[in-house]
């Protein structure tokens, strides 16, 4: 029974493995680096709001 299980999870991980290898051909291949920079971009802007209000504890009034 345990085998089974074992062997189910390690084609689940496999999955994940070919899906990272068609991200990098799409990348590679089909030139989206706009779409990379573009969501670069948001993600380092949201990144940088949530740090900067955690760090000043500016949701503290949204409470009151």
Same mark, same amino acid.
């Given at each position: 029974l345990e085998d089974s299980e074992s062997l189910i999870? +390690? @084609?689940g991980l496999l999955r994940y493995f $070919? *899906? +990272? #290898?068609? $991200?990098?051909y799409c990348i590679k291949n089909l030139k989206f680096e706009k779409i990379l920079k @573009?969501?670069?971009i948001i993600f380092s802007v949201v990144s940088f709001d949530i *740090? @900067?209000?955690k760090h000043y504890q500016l949701g503290?009034? #949204?409470d009151s």
């Open positions: 999870k +390690s @084609f $070919i *899906l +990272s #290898l068609a $991200i990098g @573009f969501w670069f *740090l @900067f209000e503290r009034y #949204l």
